[in-house]
């Protein structure tokens, strides 16, 4: 069974930056899909990215540009990079992996809040 660990979220100023991890556990971390979500306050969850089982690489618009997703299949881990904060990048982040289908299993998330 997967499960989904994730890390690295805060308090940051408008501009910052913050690098969000995900640890997976599983030995076939490197066949799945992993994508980033977001949820912020009163808002339903959002695609922030995704990285294939390829390392293709998918971004949401409001994101294109400052965040970078990588991942490491060695270490079983997939990062959100996040530059160029805005306070409207406040939410919980949450982890996700499409496990032989769409997005079926989900970390507990981790909360970052961008002050202005």
């Known amino acids: 069974q997967v499960q989904l660990v994730e890390s690295g979220g805060g308090l940051v100023q408008t501009g910052g930056s913050l690098r969000l991890s995900c640890a997976a556990s599983g030995r076939t971390f490197s066949s799945y899909t992993m994508g980033w979500f977001r949820q912020a306050p009163g808002k339903g969850r959002e695609f922030v990215g995704e990285?294939?089982?390829?390392?293709?690489?998918k971004y949401a618009d409001s994101v294109k540009g400052r965040f970078i997703i990588s991942r490491d299949n060695a270490e079983n881990t997939v990062s959100l990079q996040m530059n160029s904060l805005k306070p409207e990048d406040t939410a919980i982040y949450l982890c996700?992996?499409?496990?032989?289908?769409?997005?079926?299993?989900w970390g507990q998330g981790t909360q970052v809040i961008v002050s202005s």
């Open positions: 996700a992996a499409a496990v032989g289908g769409p997005y079926n299993v």
């Open positions: 990285i294939t089982q390829n390392s293709r690489i």
